[in-house]
């Protein structure tokens, strides 16, 4: 009687907590996609929660300070490391990726502060949702800079 | 030749942790008290030998010998000596070293207590803190090698310990430097402090594994390490608020957890280490649970050494992609190996584990203890969840996922306030048999007073449920346990004809383990008190101001006076300040300068925010952008974060609690087996 009556209540948190789980990362789940993805689910990814992440274009950034809006344009970039390693590295790819007039692109509009990382050749993590004009607004914005993560072994010409 | 005497160090100590091992074994195999009495021994010399080589790295850090790789990435010229000095545990490879120091020093100081009749279990204990010491010591001498230094050879560098064939000494002329972020008193400290608690927790679990190896199953392994695992929890738990504290001074985003992976690893650990806390007491008082403690403790175990790979391999610097360190398979195998082996040892010693009694009723202390360890558990599954949840969906649906601070707060808000509520409902429970009328008259009063409680803040601060509900149980943890002091002082007061005061303090004198945990509770209701308030009720505002114009969030206004910036060149740093003047409703309160300085040497930022911190708010103030010739003027990020001091003035009050409870008795022995005794008695009429 004891034993079923402990066995009932445990089974009766578990699925509580099992509950808690499934709703929570139902409602709060974020799919990584890439610049190819986006472009290629197109409509069907409209209004999901997205972290995108991509090459920062240098040419297309424009502030203005006074409305702290932000837009720049993020071009493809593979989203698997492996993949980014085996081409030379995260530098190499972002620097391809901007050169290439051929790849996808998105453009991005983000309301804040201009970070100090954002130039070309960065590679920007965005969370944020597409609207239907296939423009990406950004909540959150994070950067990567290539050359701020040196190579351990530092250059020759410094001795 | 510095280098190589610190390595050859190093290595020796790799081999005398190993000889140790295999000592321990021989000597408890074949009962050699003279085997077992030289593993002692061996162990012993590691915390000279690995202090030896320890302090060749730091002479080598401190004067600047960027010919070793190691000083090259974590130390530049610019930095100040103290700097130099714990930039020792800045990189991976040092830290490295530096966790091997701490459990050198910690298995020491357990070995040279007195044994006499727990000496079955030396030789164990040896095994496990040696075998532990080994795994780190071993990782430094062949992968993270802090010794190594820089070759020439036909124009390229590369990194070795021994000289390559034909190759020239190779030296930068300044080091990389220690990353600006980590150049922060609370960085300086926040490390060390995780790791001691880390490096704590392998105590407690090598004496479990030396009770599963000898079969001595009764709680005597947890009574010789309760203290080991108050100060582990200690370090550990101010290690993570030591990190959010430097998150709030130094990252400039207005918060001080984020809920990052690397975060969540050192949460991890706690979160377990905080259940085997509770548990144990349960096994202690009533003889049950205990299978249950040993799964807790090798689970701690495994997510320390879990964490100390998460927040070491330079996950840090990407954003979701573990990276690709040599060591990661190691720990990996580690892990899984230690894991296995424990779990193996639990399940062959399972049938002597069994509870001594049963647990009878739903709502008695040790029902209630074990619905906490469910909550913490329960937690630990989200963060679990969280942190792998991009590798699963990857697995099993082709799309990648990932969960951010959303899930986190949904799912973990109601199992941490059952927590709550469990911490207001069980001190007043019984052991053995309560039922809804006994703890209904207990607590009536309490929860009637917090429903008042609530009901002012509604009428005067909020109408959010969430921080309602949160209110509420903050007021209720704080009215039971106050009571409880009360309670008990008064019967002591009558019974002893005290003066109140003296009563009070005599009875906590007594009990300091339940008092102490009272303490921390209330602690935990300051701190909570403080997370409610950022996380419900911050405010945040952002413009870009010319000179003597100004900004209102809530009470407050800023009025942007100046700004100016200057290079100071000895610490390789170019500051640019702002001042600002601070109202509130009007009135003048003082200025803020809210500051950015850049570093040279890393080519990075670090935004330093203006902050007056007040019991009631924080207003904090960053200088995110500013043009030095143009009338466009600067712009500033304003937060008002509402009771968020609490949080720090909480963890005080926690750590007070803390050192109360794990202060060393008069005659520890002596209490223990009278309080067993005492507590054994209701159990026996039962």
Same mark, same amino acid.
């Given at each position: ?159 | ?95 490295? *070293? ?217 996950? %840090? ?93 949904? +799912? ?40 008042? *409680? ?20 903050? +007021? ?90 200057? /290079? ?74 509402? %009771? ?10 926690? %750590?007070?609690?803390?050192?109360? +409870? ?23 009429? /039962?």
């Amino acid at each position: 009687m004891q034993k079923t009556k402990f066995l009932f209540g445990g089974l009766l948190i578990l699925a509580a907590v099992a509950y808690l789980i499934v709703s929570s990362t139902q409602a709060s789940k974020e799919y990584f996609m890439t610049v190819n993805e986006v472009k290629a689910e197109g409509a069907a990814a409209v209004g999901k929660s997205i972290r995108l992440s991509g090459a920062v274009i240098g040419d297309t950034i424009q502030y203005d300070a006074q409305t702290l809006t932000l837009t720049f344009d993020v071009a493809h970039v593979s989203g698997d490391n492996a993949e980014i390693e085996s081409q030379g590295g995260l530098a190499v790819v972002l620097k391809a990726a901007v050169a290439d007039p051929s790849r996808q692109r998105v453009k991005v509009v983000y309301v804040g502060v201009k970070p100090d990382l954002l130039r070309s050749e960065a590679q920007a993590i965005m969370t944020g949702k597409l609207d239907a004009q296939g423009v990406f607004h950004a909540d959150e914005l994070l950067l990567k800079c290539p050359t701020k993560y040196e190579e351990a072994v530092p250059q020759q010409a410094s001795n | 030749m510095i280098p190589e005497f610190g390595y050859g160090v190093l290595a020796v100590s790799f081999f005398v942790a190993l000889y140790s091992v295999g000592a321990a074994v021989y000597g408890a195999q074949k009962k050699s008290l003279a085997m077992i009495e030289s593993a002692r021994r061996a162990m012993l010399l590691l915390f000279p030998l690995i202090t030896i080589s320890a302090a060749t790295l730091i002479y080598l850090l401190v004067n600047d010998h960027y010919e070793v790789s190691f000083v090259y990435e974590v130390t530049s010229r610019s930095m100040p000596t103290y700097l130099k000095v714990t930039a020792w545990w800045g990189g991976q490879a040092g830290s490295l *070293v530096f966790w091997s120091w701490l459990l050198s020093a910690f298995a020491s100081a357990v070995t040279i207590r007195k044994w006499e009749r727990d000496i079955e279990f030396l030789p164990w204990v040896i095994v496990v803190a040696s075998l532990t010491a080994a795994f780190f010591l071993g990782l430094t001498v062949f992968y993270e090698n802090p010794f190594m230094r820089f070759w020439s050879m036909n124009g390229s560098v590369e990194p070795s310990m021994f000289p390559p064939a034909g190759a020239t000494l190779f030296t930068p002329q300044d080091g990389r430097g220690l990353n600006p972020l980590l150049r922060h008193p609370g960085m300086v400290i926040h490390p060390p402090m995780l790791y001691l608690g880390f490096v704590s927790f392998v105590i407690p679990y090598a004496f479990a594994i030396a009770a599963l190896i000898t079969g001595r199953t009764d709680d005597r392994w947890i009574r010789l390490t309760r203290r080991w695992t108050l100060w582990a929890w200690l370090f550990l738990s101010f290690g993570l608020v030591l990190g959010g504290r430097w998150a709030y001074d130094v990252l400039g985003w207005g918060g001080y957890w984020g809920w990052d992976p690397v975060e969540i690893a050192a949460f991890m650990p706690w979160l377990t280490g905080t259940a085997f806390l509770h548990s144990v007491m349960i096994q202690e008082k009533r003889g049950l649970l205990k299978q249950w403690n040993m799964i807790l403790i090798i689970l701690t175990y495994a997510l320390v050494i879990f964490g100390t790979f998460l927040t070491r391999s330079g996950v %840090l610097s990407s954003v979701h992609a573990f990276a690709e360190s040599a060591i990661g398979p190691l720990f990996f195998a580690f892990i899984g190996l230690t894991f296995i082996s424990s779990i193996a040892l639990l399940i062959w010693r399972w049938p002597l584990l069994r509870a001594e009694t049963e647990m009878k009723s739903m709502l008695s202390r040790e029902a209630l203890f074990l619905l906490n360890n469910l909550l913490f558990m329960s937690v630990l599954v989200v963060c679990f969840w969280g942190v792998v949840s991009p590798l699963m969906s990857e697995l099993f649906t082709n799309q990648k996922i990932t969960l951010g601070p959303p899930f986190y707060e949904r +799912a973990t808000a109601p199992l941490f306030a059952g927590l709550m509520l469990l911490m207001g409902i069980a001190p007043l429970s019984a052991w053995g048999h309560s039922t809804i009328q006994t703890l209904g008259r207990a607590l009536w009063k309490s929860a009637l007073v917090a429903a008042a *409680v609530t009901a002012v803040a509604y009428f005067t601060y909020t109408s959010n449920l969430i921080a309602l509900i949160g209110f509420f149980l903050i +007021a209720f943890v704080v009215l039971v346990t106050a009571q409880e002091f009360w309670r008990g002082a008064r019967a002591r007061q009558s019974a002893q004809h005290e003066n109140f005061f003296v009563a009070l303090t005599r009875l906590m004198g007594r009990n300091r383990r339940r008092y102490g945990g009272y303490i921390i509770h209330i602690s935990m209701m300051m701190m909570a008190i403080g997370i409610l308030g950022i996380e419900i009720f911050q405010a945040e505002t952002q413009n870009t101001l010319k000179q003597g114009e100004s900004l209102t969030l809530e009470n407050y206004t800023i009025t942007y006076r100046e700004i100016a910036s200057w /290079d100071n060149n000895g610490a390789g740093v170019n500051y640019t300040r702002a001042v600002i003047d601070v109202q509130e409703n009007g009135v003048y309160l003082g200025k803020l300068t809210p500051r950015i300085d850049y570093y040279f040497d890393s080519q990075q930022n670090m935004t330093i925010p203006g902050q007056r911190s007040t019991m009631r708010d924080d207003l904090y103030v960053l200088l995110v952008d500013w043009q030095p010739a143009s009338a466009d003027g600067a712009t500033f990020k304003v937060f008002v974060n509402p %009771l968020v001091n609490w949080l720090w003035v909480g963890s005080f009050a926690f %750590l007070a609690g803390v050192l109360f +409870a794990a202060w060393p008795d008069k005659d520890p022995a002596e209490e223990r087996s009278h309080t067993r005794q005492v507590a054994k008695q209701p159990s026996a009429a /039962d």
